[in-house]
C-alpha cells in the first residue's frame, strides 16, 4: 500500500523536472537568440564609433556615403576597417533610409503599430530589407528622439505614431 502513493509522487517529480528542464531549454535558446542580436549590435556600435573618430567633415552631418545608417549587414559580410559592405557601398547608398521607410509606413496608419509589425510589414514591402527587430526599435527610438515620431506605452508594449511636421518641417 505505501508504494503506490510513493510512485505517485516520484512520476510527479519527474513530470515537474522534465516540465522545468524544457522550460530551462526554451529560456537558453531564447537568451542565445538575445545575445546574438546584442553581439550584432555591439559590432555595429564599434563601426559607427570607428568611423565618427576617423571622419572630420566641415560640420556636423551624419556618416559618410559609405556607411548605411540603418540596418547591421551580416558580420561576415563586413569589412572592419572601411565599413563597406562586399556588396559594395555605391549599392548600399542609394536606399532609402530605414528611418525614412518606416516613418512612410507609419504615416499609412492612424493607430499606434508596434515595432515587431513595422518590421514584418517593412520586409514585406522592402524585401532586400532584413534589418533585426533590434535595429528597427532603435531607429523608432531615434525618431521619437527626433521628435518625428510618439511612442504610446500601453501595459509592457511599446507602440508609435507618426508625428505629424507643423507647417515649416521639411519632413
Do not use: C, F
Amino acid at each position: 500500500m505505501t508504494r503506490h502513493p510513493a510512485s505517485t509522487l516520484r512520476s510527479r517529480y519527474v513530470e515537474q523536472a522534465a516540465s522545468d528542464l524544457e522550460k530551462n531549454h526554451q529560456r537558453q535558446r531564447e537568451l542565445a537568440e538575445e545575445l546574438r542580436v546584442l553581439k550584432q549590435e555591439e559590432a555595429l556600435l564599434a563601426d559607427i564609433l570607428s568611423l565618427a573618430e576617423r571622419y572630420e567633415g566641415p560640420t556636423d552631418q551624419a556618416l559618410p556615403p559609405e556607411q548605411p545608417r540603418d540596418e547591421s549587414p551580416a558580420p561576415a559580410a563586413r569589412t572592419t576597417r572601411t565599413g563597406t559592405t562586399k556588396t559594395g557601398a555605391k549599392a548600399a547608398s542609394h536606399r532609402p533610409l530605414l528611418g525614412d521607410l518606416l516613418v512612410e509606413l507609419l504615416g499609412r496608419h492612424d493607430e499606434p503599430r508596434p515595432a515587431k509589425d513595422l518590421r514584418v510589414e517593412l520586409m514585406a514591402n522592402y524585401p532586400k530589407r532584413n534589418p533585426t527587430p533590434q535595429v528597427v526599435r532603435n531607429t523608432l527610438e531615434s525618431l521619437v528622439a527626433k521628435g518625428r515620431v510618439r511612442r504610446h506605452k500601453q501595459q509592457r508594449s511599446v507602440m508609435y505614431t507618426l508625428l505629424q511636421p507643423g507647417p515649416g518641417d521639411a519632413g
